[in-house]
């Protein structure tokens, strides 16, 4: 039999479970190994109880004469540190003392208040907030096909794309097979308007009196 109370020292604590290896060079002393959360190991060296003739722990306090309490455990060391932290001193002794007085209230220089679970809690956050210098995203607009290229270019260049509708279209799928961006609108419409706008005609007279239209 092995006792591993003694571990709750390290970490081990009840219930755990770990792995045991006889050890051959020192046996009958055993490898008891636990595996940590963070994926190290810890191992420890445990020897069998010794027994006397009746089968009895020779370690055990005698009965009438002695009592012995069970090793700490983690738990129980955490809360012996809680308690002598929350009134500010390294003895235990005096840390149980103030804990058991009335007149003494943990974590008094720490600035906290003990009453702040039961205090109204703010409605809103007081801290102001702070802005943030941050680029607006900016959507291209969609092309248009020809078909709507040609409605628009259509309006905006009246009696230009009346004259010749064909060669107009023509341009568009010369210059843009796809898709027409909207952006290139204003470029084509300048584009149609040179070529097939209407000219004014002009009169040129002639010494004989003959006038031509041009």
Not at 201 to 209: K, L, P, S
Request: negative net charge; glycine residues 6%.
């Amino acid at each position: 039999e092995y006792d591993l109370r003694e571990l709750g020292y390290h970490g081990l604590s009840s219930g755990d479970s770990v792995t045991v290896r006889l050890n051959p060079f020192r046996a009958p002393a055993v490898m008891v190994i636990k595996a940590m959360p963070d994926g190290t190991e810890l191992r420890f060296e445990v020897l069998p109880i010794e027994k006397d003739e009746a089968g009895r722990d020779i370690t055990a306090p005698v009965i009438g004469e002695e009592y012995r309490r069970l090793p700490q455990t983690a738990a129980e060391r955490r809360l012996q540190e809680i308690k002598k932290r929350a009134y500010g001193t390294d003895d235990l002794e005096e840390a149980e003392r103030a804990h058991k007085a009335r007149n003494r209230q943990p974590f008094a220089g720490a600035g906290m208040d003990a009453m702040a679970d039961v205090r109204e809690a703010p409605q809103y956050l007081r801290r102001s907030g702070r802005a943030l210098d941050v680029e607006g995203k900016t959507a291209a607009p969609v092309p248009l096909n020809r078909a709507q290229a040609a409605n628009r270019l259509m309006e905006m260049c009246g009696e230009a794309w009346a004259a010749d509708p064909v060669a107009c279209n023509d341009l568009i799928r010369a210059r843009y097979p796809q898709s027409v961006p909207e952006s290139a609108l204003p470029e084509l419409a300048e584009a149609i308007m040179a070529r097939f706008a209407p000219r004014a005609a002009t009169i040129t007279h002639f010494d004989g009196g003959v006038a031509c239209a041009n």
